[in-house]
């Protein structure tokens, strides 16, 4: 995520990011987990798969005293969704996934990012925040999500999801 469009995410979700616990998919060096973090985050895990970049994030995460804070979770990020989140719910999901898998198919990012608002991965009243080519579309939000954010900031554009709050009989 670009740094410009890195600062506006965090500055749009200060206080639901406060003791979160925080998903980090396709972390690649771990910038959004470890802004997380320092800002305030209980903890962060990031998704990936690449074992180049997995060595790198790992190297951050030591070099900056946080690996207590901080889990790396090896898999691919388009398969999370089929087994149970690890360690619970998360408050907030962040989703930066590269550009080329908008145009492949069968690697739909807006489907992943659906699945996990919707599924148990996302904590009621949740922020999902996902990166995007400005040239695509943002998605419908999945039913019990609503849309808070849809910001283009050049030839990227941040969306922030957030999920509703089940009404529950008293």
């Excluded at 690649?28 to 180049?52: C, D, P, T, Y």
């Excluded at 739909?108 to 991965?121: F, N, T, V």
Aim: hydrophobic share 40%.
């Amino acid at each position: 995520m670009r740094t410009r469009v890195r600062e506006s995410l965090f500055n749009i979700i200060h206080e639901p990011l406060q003791a979160a616990r925080v998903l980090d998919v396709f972390a690649g060096s771990g910038a959004l987990g470890i802004e997380a973090v320092s800002r305030g985050a209980r903890q962060a895990i990031h998704v990936e798969k690449h074992r180049g970049v997995l060595a790198m994030l790992r190297k951050n995460l030591e070099t900056l005293g946080i690996p207590a804070l901080c889990t790396v979770l090896e898999i691919d990020a388009y398969r999370l969704a089929d087994r149970p989140p690890v360690g619970g719910e998360f408050e907030v999901i962040l989703l930066d996934p590269p550009f080329p898998d908008y145009s492949r198919p069968g690697s739909i990012p807006w489907q992943l990012a659906s699945d996990l608002a919707q599924g148990e991965w996302l904590a009621a009243d949740g922020i999902l925040a996902i990166e995007h080519p400005s040239r695509e579309p943002s998605a419908t939000p999945p039913p019990g999500v609503t849309a808070l954010q849809n910001r283009r900031y050049g030839d990227t554009r941040l969306t922030i999801w957030k999920k509703c709050v089940s009404d529950q009989p008293s």
